[in-house]
C-alpha cells in the first residue's frame, strides 16, 4: 500500500521490518511495569494474557486519541485477539477485523457481542474461513499474498524424483504422515521445519527417523532442519512436488502460496482452504487422510505443468492481488473515491 502512495500507519512489534510508519506496541517490559505483581492471579489470567490485554488496550486508545487529531480514513485491524474488535466500534464502518485465525474462545465472545449490531466491516482469507464466522457476522474473502517475485521458479520439473515437507513440527501439520506415505510408496522425502512439539516429534516422527536405513534397508528421509526463506526455496525448485498433510482446517495455508510461487505442484488433504488454492492444474488434493489416493497422487502430479503453478501464484497468491482487493474495499467507504487517488491515512494494526 505505501509502494501505491497511501500513507500508512503501522501498529505492531518494535522489530517489525516495513515501509510504513511504525508505531511500536508496548514492550513487555513496560507492560510489566503497569501490572503489580500477582494481579493476573486476583484476575485469573495468565501473565501472557494481562500482557496482551494492555498491549492491544494501549494500542486501540492511541489510535483513538490520534483519530481526534487527525481521522483516519480506514482503521485495520490484522490482530488475533477480541480487544480490537470491541474497541474498533467507536470507528464505525472505517474499522476494518481480518479473520485469520479458527473462531478461538475470545474472539467468539466479542463476536456473539457484535452479533447485536455493528457497523464495522469484516473479511475473511479464504471461502472456508467465511464459513466458519458466518454464523456470527458476515465477511468479505480477499485471500492472502505472498511476494511471489522474491521467490525464484524452477519450471523444468527436476530429473531426480524426491518430494519436500516443510512447516512446524507438530501434530497438526502431520509430519509423520507424510513419512509414512513416502515409506510406503518407495519415495525419498525432505523434512523441513521447527520442532514446535517435541513429545509430538519424539514419538511420532523420531522413531521413523532413527529407524530409516537400518538393517540395509532404504534410506527415505532426510530432516534438514529449520530453514532460511533462500533454503525452502532452493528445496521447492528441486522437488518433485510438496506435500501438504495438514489435519486440521488452515484458514489459508501459506506454505502452499509459496510452493506454487516457486513452480511446485502440491499433493495435500483436502482441508480448510486447500481445495481453494491448489487447482487440478497446479496439485492433486484428496480427502484427508486417504493414504491410497495420496500415494496415487505420486504419479499423478509429475504430468503437472510448474510453468501452470508459476501462473497461479502471480494471479491468485501475490501480494498485489490481495492488496487490490482490500483498496477495493476501502474505496467504497467513499462513493466519491475513486483509484487511484490515494487514501492519507490507513492505520493496520497487527499482532
Known sequence: MVALGHEVLLFAHANSQTKAKLVPLLSRAAVAEMVE??????????????????TYHAAMREIL????AEPFDVIHNHSLHHVPMLMGQAFGRRFFTTF?????PQLKLALLTLQLGTLTQFTSVSRHQQQVFAPFVPSSVIYNGIAVDSFTVQTKMPDEEIYFWFGRICPEKGTHLAMEYCQAAKKRLIIAGPKSNDAYFD??????????GQDGAPKYFNYVGHLTKTQ??????????????????????????????????VIGFDVGASA??????TGVIVTKLDKEAFIAAFEKVKSISRLDCR?????????????TGYLQLYFELEASAKPPNPFKNITALVS
Open 37 to 54: 505483581a500477582g494481579e493476573h492471579e486476583l484476575f485469573e489470567m495468565t501473565p501472557e494474557e494481562v500482557y496482551q490485554h494492555l
Open 65 to 68: 486519541e490520534r483519530d481526534k
Open 100 to 104: 485469520h485465525t479458527p473462531n478461538l
Open 203 to 212: 514419538e511420532k516422527v523420531a522413531p521413523l527417523l532413527a529407524a530409516d
Open 232 to 265: 525452502i526455496n532452493t528445496y521447492l525448485n528441486q522437488a518433485t512436488a510438496m506435500l501438504f498433510t495438514s489435519t486440521w482446517d488452515e484458514p489459508y495455508g501459506l506454505t502452499l502460496a509459496e510452493s506454487l510461487a516457486c513452480g511446485t505442484p
Open 276 to 281: 481453494e488454492i491448489i487447482t487440478k492444474d
Open 311 to 323: 501462473r497461479r501464484a502471480e494471479e491468485f497468491c501475490s501480494a498485489e492481488a490481495m492488496v
